[in-house]
């Protein structure tokens, strides 16, 4: 099983299971400031959820390139949608600082 660390917690997961999902249901701060009550709830479109990840994960697709491709996001950085995203072996996840976690301050690692 695939070991998520996050905010200072190892979680296990089943592979392919969805990173936004585990975050939230293991107790994980994965929105910044009033994004946490208003975002898209997974369907990729807020970009609310932006991370950085190092490890295995699902590749990205249209809808998430889509929305990392508008501002205030910037493709040119390493972040992926946690609603969007499938785990698929151990990985490490980085929280960055802005409402929509698109800033370069470590929010939490």
């Given at each position: 099983m ?5 905010q ?13 999902q ?5 107790g994980?701060?994965?929105?910044n ?9 997974g ?17 990205m ?19 992926r949608?946690?609603c969007q ?18 800033d ?6």
């Amino acid at each position: 099983m695939p070991q998520i660390t996050a905010q200072g917690k190892t979680i296990e997961c089943e592979s392919g299971a969805n990173l936004r999902q585990v975050l939230l249901k293991n107790g994980i701060d994965l929105y910044n400031g009033g994004s946490t009550v208003i975002n898209c709830h997974g369907i990729g479109t807020c970009g609310t959820c932006s991370v950085e990840i190092e490890g295995e994960v699902s590749p990205m697709e249209w809808r998430e390139k889509t929305r990392l491709s508008l501002p205030p996001h910037n493709p040119e950085k390493s972040r992926r949608l946690a609603c969007q995203v499938r785990v698929l072996g151990d990985i490490r996840v980085t929280k960055h600082s802005g409402f929509w976690g698109q800033d370069d301050a470590i929010q939490w690692e």
